[in-house]
């Protein structure tokens, strides 16, 4: 069992929006900053959001991080076909002392 | 360019001793940390530890505390994870990572592409 909690199937069509969350607790998500990871099939992951909302260059305005609390919340918005892949949340934690990862979410792109 | 150009995928027997590699280009080796992560086959990533090449400072998962060691070589940019005894459920796909700030405040910007380490006997 991962310590952040992701659902593990997400869908939709393209054009549509979607939402990944991710739960966490007290001495993870909700003390320190979160990160999204993207990861198509058959290759390496690729920060798509560090830092709760912050993207890096080259990653698209449709993807967006937020964080509440002890939960996060990825949304991808004008979904893509190109979209579907793994999506990971990240913090660290400070209880482990170690940065942990959620399970995963499937995104398919119908 | 930044780049983490990984070894090439093993096949190694349960008991046997394995080194696999990481080398950074394209940015100063010793400012940023590097981490590994195991997939294994069909699941999801685990953070197995980092380390601060400029000075050694290396933190270990709680679960693979003692299972594997990291190390670098900075005169050649290189980060290692070395196993001395191999078990069947080592069989995944690592990955190194790069860091630009300490543990608990950082993430991971920049990836290699991948080592599978096979361990079967």
């Known amino acids: 069992q991962s310590v952040l909690t992701q659902p593990p199937s997400a869908s939709g069509t393209p054009g549509q929006g979607v939402t990944i969350s991710c739960s966490g607790s007290?001495?993870?998500?909700?003390?320190?900053?979160v990160n999204w990871y993207q990861q198509l099939p058959g290759t390496a992951p690729k920060l798509l959001i560090y830092?709760?909302?912050q993207r890096p260059s080259g990653v698209p305005d449709r993807f967006s991080g937020s964080k509440s609390g002890a939960s996060a919340s990825l949304a991808i918005s004008g979904l893509q076909s190109e979209d579907e892949a793994d999506y990971y949340c990240?913090?660290?934690?400070?209880?482990?002392?170690?940065?942990?990862f959620g399970g995963g979410t499937k995104l398919t792109v119908l | 360019e930044v780049q983490l150009v990984q070894s090439g995928a093993e096949v190694k027997k349960p008991g046997e001793s394995l080194m696999l590699s990481c080398k950074g280009s394209g940015y100063r080796f010793t400012k940023y940390w590097i981490g590994w992560v195991r997939q294994m086959p069909g699941k999801g990533l685990e953070w197995i530890g980092i380390?601060?090449?400029?000075?050694?400072?290396?933190r270990y998962s709680p679960s693979f505390q003692g299972q594997v060691t990291m190390s670098a070589d900075n005169s050649i940019g290189t980060a290692y994870l070395h196993w001395s005894s191999l078990k069947a459920s080592d069989t995944a796909l690592y990955y190194c990572?790069?860091?630009?700030?300490?543990?608990?405040?950082?993430?991971?910007?920049?990836w290699g592409q991948g080592t599978l380490v096979t361990v079967s006997s």
């Open positions: 990572a790069r860091s630009l700030a300490v543990p608990g405040t950082g993430w991971f910007d920049s």
């Open positions: 830092s709760n909302n």
């Open positions: 380390l601060y090449p400029g000075d050694s400072d290396t």
């Open positions: 990240a913090a660290w934690d400070d209880s482990l002392n170690a940065y942990v």
């Open positions: 007290s001495s993870n998500i909700g003390t320190n900053t």
